[in-house]
């Protein structure tokens, strides 16, 4: 573990309070825990400083919910560039589903959906937002139910080589937001592969 000043002080700070503890107690036990408390204080606040200090940050995430039965689903949220030059989604996925399941980003346009192999941009100290007939990250080729309430480790690539790692909640679609179905159709035929548009590169 790499760890900063602020929390070698911390563990330094710590390893006197050890010292103290362990000092008026002849139970070797106490000072253990003790210790096992520091190390996990300054593993959160070296954490605290890495999330602050992140390129891009991932707010309001959340998986739409699906029957084992439908193959596709979508992660929606709001990644936001804290650099001032434009950084690309290289790659996403999501931890623990069945081997051949397909993670894409996907646009909208005309109530029909496309992949942007490229990449989705996140503008320069600006937002890309993920939402139900805009941009998207797309899961397809699954059969597994994604149950409201479960948590996935959503891992997100970015062009500039950092990475952001986030669990991320099942839910069902936003009221409101219930008509994703009607364009940007997650049932939409043609999504299915067939039809006029280009998954042939599947
Ligand atoms: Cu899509």
Do not use: W
């Not at 939402?131 to 480790?153: L, Q």
């Not at 839910?171 to 364009?183: F, I, L």
Request: glycine share 8%.
């Amino acid at each position: 573990m790499k760890l900063n000043r602020t929390a070698t002080a911390l563990i330094a700070g710590s390893a006197a309070l050890t010292l103290a503890l362990a000092g008026c107690s002849s139970d070797d036990n106490t000072a253990a825990e003790v210790t096992e408390s520091a190390t996990s204080a300054a593993t959160e606040a070296t954490s605290q400083m890495e999330k602050s200090d992140a390129a891009v940050q991932l707010a309001d995430a959340y998986i739409k919910e699906k029957p084992a039965d439908k193959g596709m689903t979508a992660i929606f949220g709001t990644l936001t560039n804290n650099t001032d030059r434009d950084i690309k989604v290289s790659s996403f996925k999501l931890e623990g589903l069945k081997e051949g399941t397909k993670f894409e980003q996907h646009d909208t346009k005309d109530g029909k959906m496309f992949e942007v192999p490229e990449g989705l941009t996140i503008p320069a100290n600006g937002e890309l937002v993920l939402e139900p007939g805009s941009t998207h990250f797309m899961i397809m080729d699954n059969d597994e139910a994604m149950d409201v309430g479960a948590e996935y480790k959503l891992v997100i690539e970015l062009s500039d080589g950092s990475s952001i790692t986030q669990d991320v909640e099942v839910r069902v679609q936003p009221a409101g937001e219930e008509d994703y179905g009607n364009d940007g159709d997650l049932n939409n035929p043609e999504h299915m592969g067939g039809g006029e548009m280009d998954h042939s590169h599947h």
